[in-house]
């Protein structure tokens, strides 16, 4: 049983050095990848700062230059998506956040955002899918209720947005116990 015991700590430190040194499925060096995490993340913070300072090109130039590291990193286009809110840019918005969606599938953020700015336009028939993903990561996401609650009036049926909206409520008030 010791011998047992033994070979599979003798295993999992073999396989423990050989992922943090060896290199990735595409030849990238680990330390080499993580580093390079490091520095998109310091983008990032910078970009999120200079928008705190309405600096919004030089926060763009920033969140570019992260993407060029880390096309998959959802913040880049979040932080995007809201830089152009702020200048009124909601077709360049959408255009940011929906690209996001296509490469952070999992983003729910992203997703929220898209959908309430496909609403606000008008382009209900883009929200559904958007809540629904959220959904069935997470059936009692607020946000993505209460925005489904919105479609469903828009869309005639009072009694379903009611509905969705009180589920909501009832979710908000159990957090908060």
């Not at 690209?99 to 609403?119: C, T």
Request: proline share 3%; hydrophobic share 45%; with cysteine.
């Amino acid at each position: 049983m010791n011998r047992l015991r033994l070979a599979i700590l003798v295993m999992a430190g073999i396989l423990l050095l050989g992922y943090q040194a060896g290199p990735t499925a595409d030849g990238i060096d680990r330390t080499a990848r993580r580093e390079q995490i490091k520095r998109c993340r310091a983008l990032l913070k910078e970009a999120v700062k200079l928008i705190d300072e309405a600096k919004y090109d030089s926060a763009l130039v920033s969140l570019n230059a992260a993407a060029e590291c880390d096309s998959e990193n959802p913040d880049v286009y979040y932080h995007s998506g809201r830089i152009y809110l702020r200048l009124a840019d909601t077709a360049a918005a959408m255009t940011s956040l929906a690209a996001g969606v296509e490469k952070a599938p999992f983003s729910n953020r992203l997703k929220l955002l898209l959908a309430r700015l496909q609403l606000a336009r008008g382009t209900n028939d883009q929200v559904l899918p958007l809540l629904e993903a959220v959904l069935r990561i997470n059936p009692r996401q607020g946000e993505a209720l209460y925005l489904k609650g919105l479609l469903v009036l828009a869309e005639g049926d009072t009694a379903q947005a009611v509905d969705l909206w009180e589920s909501v409520l009832a979710i908000s008030l159990n957090r908060g116990k």
